[in-house]
Every structure is written in C-alpha cells, then in structure tokens.
C-alpha cells in the first residue's frame, strides 16, 4: 500500500521556517495502530492524517475530510499547524477546487479557506481563567526561574497553562529564555497541565507583533514547538481581553519562529491566518 504523504512548514513561508507537519492522504482505512506508528517514524511534533468519510470522495473535488494528529507519543484533540499543512496540501498540491475545506475532528468541525497568499483556520476559541499561583509555582519556576511573572491562567478545555511575563521584557528575553522542557514533567504536580505557553506583551503601536509567546509539551513528547496554532487559541482569547483588540499579529518566538493573523469572530471562535511551504513530497512504502 502506498500512502502519499507531505512535509508542510506551517506559519511561514520560506522552507526551514515555521512548524513542520507531515500529512498523509489516506485512499483508504488505515489499520488503527499504523498511525501512531506512522507518526513516531516521522518524529515530528504532528503528523496529520486526511481521510475520505465516504466512498468516491476525491482529494480534489470533494470539501469534506476527516483529520486526525499524532504526536511521535500519542493522539492529540487539536493540532493548528497540522491543520494548516493538511489543507496546503490538498489546496496547492492536490489542486482542492473548493473555497472552503471542512476538516471532521475530535475538535468538532474545523473550516480552512484561502485568502489570497494565506490559509485562514476557523478554530475554537478558548477561555484561561485565573489560575492560584501556589499550586503551579514549582513548575513555573521550572521554566522561568526568578523572572517575574504578570500574570497566570489556566484553560481546563486545553489542559495549557499561560504564563505572562512582566511587560518590563522585550521579546528578546524571552527568545534568549533557556528552558529545559524535560524538568517541567517532575515539577508538574497538579495533574492536570499538558502545556505550558509563555507570553510578553508585543509593541504594537504601529505595525509590531501584539504578542509574543513560546509553547512546550514535554507531556506530549515535544519539548518546544515550534508554532502551535492550538496554544493561539488559547493566546487569542487572552490578549484580545487584554488590548481590547479583535485584530491582532502574533509571533512565536521559537529557534524556527512564526507568524500568526488572529480575528476574533463573532460567533465566539477565531480565525487563525498562516502561509505555508511544502518541502517534501513522497510515498510511504
């Protein structure tokens, strides 16, 4: 069986940027336990997987598809990136002659679209409520050590902890922070994070980022991503209360980088805009 599958470096659009994912386009099922096999051979922080719900859907024609992520460890309920990539893939490669793809996912219904050179994702938007300090300190402390944090909250839906740092930081700090990912594992007592975002407060007079964050789930065997489309629906929801912003320009300050178009919607999700390049294209054998 040969299954096409495709390198896609998402939020960017020069090669070598950006978070790379590997999408596979499924003609037909897969056994269940070849995706998480597939997706720890590829040791990506995602590996996507495009299915046909029905038969004499086409790659090409239909608008339908259902997604699903793995990391090289487990199955994840929402990957952004991965979403991005996949409808690269069939928008550019396979020539999709739809304006919009739905993805069916364990996310619920999740649409992309093409707005002249980006790819725009319609995502949950998730609330992060004031988190007591106490109970996260140690693994805070884990990953900032005695910076001084502004602010924390906790968002239950996603499992992901946000950290403000002092808006005393430049992004420079925070690219210049050394973190040890790994740590967080034994400092983490609660149970109940599987991901860690730090954020800054961005210039955005003029045409600066209006944020600035890192993202780390060593829970789910990826030590830092590169740019998470998930964590800005977290980030969204946050800095838009914070600037009393709808509009906003994200940037992930991981070693690749990334940047991120936010809208707050009207109907209580947002939409997330990236470009993409596709690096590899091939057959699993």
Known sequence: MQIPIFTVDAFTNRPFSGNP????????????????K????????????????????DFTKSSCFG???????NEVPLCGHATLASAAVLFHVQK?????????????????????D??????????????????????????????????????????KLLVRLSDTYERSVLEDL???????????KTGKVKGLILTV?????????????????????????PVTGSAHAVLSSYWSEQLGKKEMLAFQCSRRGGELKVSMRTDGRVDIAGQTAVVLKGNLT
């Open 21 to 36: 994912a590997a999408v596979c386009l499924l003609e037909n099922d897969l056994d269940e336990d070849l995706h998480q």
């Open 38 to 57: 597939i997706a720890t051979e590829m040791n990506l922080s995602e590996t996507a997987f495009i299915r046909k719900l029905k038969p004499g859907d």
């Open 67 to 73: 997604l699903r992520w793995f990391t090289p460890a």
């Open 96 to 116: 999709n002659t739809n304006s919009v793809l739905t993805f069916v996912t364990l996310s619920g219904e999740l649409k992309a679209r093409q707005v002249k």
């Open 118 to 159: 980006h790819i725009v994702l319609d995502l949950p938007l998730y609330t992060a409520y004031p988190q007591e300090l106490k109970e996260v300190e140690e693994l805070i402390k884990a990953a900032v050590g005695d910076m001084v944090v502004q602010d924390v909250r906790y968002s239950p839906d996603t499992k």
């Open 178 to 188: 050394k973190v040890s990912a790994q740590r967080f594992l034994s400092a983490e």
């Open 201 to 225: 407060k961005g210039n955005s007079s003029g045409k600066g980022h209006d944020f600035y964050s890192r993202y780390f789930a060593p829970w789910y065997g990826v030590l830092e991503d």
